[in-house]
């Protein structure tokens, strides 16, 4: 079992409570102040910890993409390849298709510029490992925007209510975006459906990911 200093302890409950209260009272609901009340903690040791609110729901959300990367490599898929980058980001998109709670969350983060930053600097990392070498920095760049940009727009129409997007139409376009701008095989995107369908994945009560082989 891990050990903790007691600054992470408190750190740590801090999220938790925010998780709560995000997942319940969606992200524009929950101040620091509600958060420091839930949490019995001060607002002055919150600001130590946390810039800002921005700052909590960021870290909240990377710990679900760590737990969501820590699920993937468990079953096996080898980290740091195409494939399993995409699988992430298909698990990622079917838990912000499916939940609404998180969607929302998501989308609401996906405004705040500390999130945006945040974003960005993952995909220009995993673009630099996944399209060809040659590609001029210029690229990279509208690459990085083009993705980081695409996943709140795309979540955004299938939540609304005018419009009728099957998750099976909409994640292979998503995905296959990813693939042209990698420049990889566009087999490579019905493959890694055929295998997420593998699996029942969802996201559950307090941003709690479900990934579990059917067969």
């Not at 299938?158 to 997007?165: K, L, Q, T």
Request: hydrophobic share 35%; with cysteine.
């Amino acid at each position: 079992m891990a050990k903790y200093s007691k600054g992470q302890l408190t750190k740590n409950h801090i999220m938790k409570t925010a998780q709560e209260l995000f997942y319940k009272y969606g992200y524009e609901n929950t101040s620091t102040r509600l958060i420091s009340k839930n949490s019995d903690t001060s607002l002055g040791l919150i600001s130590y910890y946390f810039s800002s609110k921005s700052n909590i729901a960021i870290d909240i959300y990377n710990e679900i993409r760590k737990k969501r990367i820590d699920m993937i490599e468990a079953a096996g898929y080898t980290k740091f390849t195409p494939f399993f980058n995409l699988m992430g980001a298909g698990v990622q998109f079917i838990t912000l298709y499916k939940n609404k709670a998180y969607s929302d969350f998501f989308l609401k983060l996906s405004s705040e510029p500390d999130f945006y930053k945040y974003t960005y600097n993952n995909v220009i990392h995993a673009l630099r490992r996944y399209m060809r070498k040659n590609t001029s920095e210029e690229n990279y760049l509208l690459a990085c925007v083009t993705l980081v940009n695409m996943a709140p727009a795309v979540i955004n129409a299938v939540h609304d209510p005018n419009n009728h997007i099957s998750l099976e139409t909409s994640l292979r376009y998503y995905l296959t975006q990813y693939i042209l701008l990698w420049g990889e095989d566009s087999g490579l995107c019905e493959k890694v459906i055929n295998e997420l369908n593998m699996y029942y994945i969802d996201m559950v009560d307090n941003f709690t990911t479900i990934f579990t082989k059917i067969y």
